[in-house]
């Protein structure tokens, strides 16, 4: 999965509001890259019933959509493959959620 470094660092501020951690550092992001002038990102969320899932989708796009160049933003929400702590969290993360 492509994950271009400058646009992670657009969407890093952004929080999961229950864990209070990053959506990069919790692996909630599966890809963002540019495909000519438009940025695309697949993201899942911590559980398909995610009450702030709706509100994390657009935190993204507007980030997404402040990047100079950006002519149209697609955030698609995935649920293939399932959000796995233990896989897709950092190790900082890890760590916070006391997964060892």
Not at 12 to 40: A, C, F, H, K, N
Not at 68 to 86: C, D, M, T
């Amino acid at each position: 999965m492509n994950k271009d470094e400058k646009l992670l660092a657009v969407i890093e501020p952004i929080q999961d509001p229950e864990l209070l951690m990053s959506i990069v550092e919790l692996g909630l992001i599966y890809r963002v890259e540019w495909v000519e002038d438009t940025i695309q990102c697949d993201m899942t969320f911590t559980s398909p019933a995610c009450p702030v899932g709706p509100q994390l989708k657009a935190f993204v796009e507007q980030a997404l959509s402040q990047v100079e160049g950006a002519k149209k933003v697609e955030v698609n929400v995935v649920w293939s493959p399932p959000w796995n702590p233990k896989e897709h969290c950092s190790e900082d993360a890890k760590m916070k959620l006391g997964i060892f």
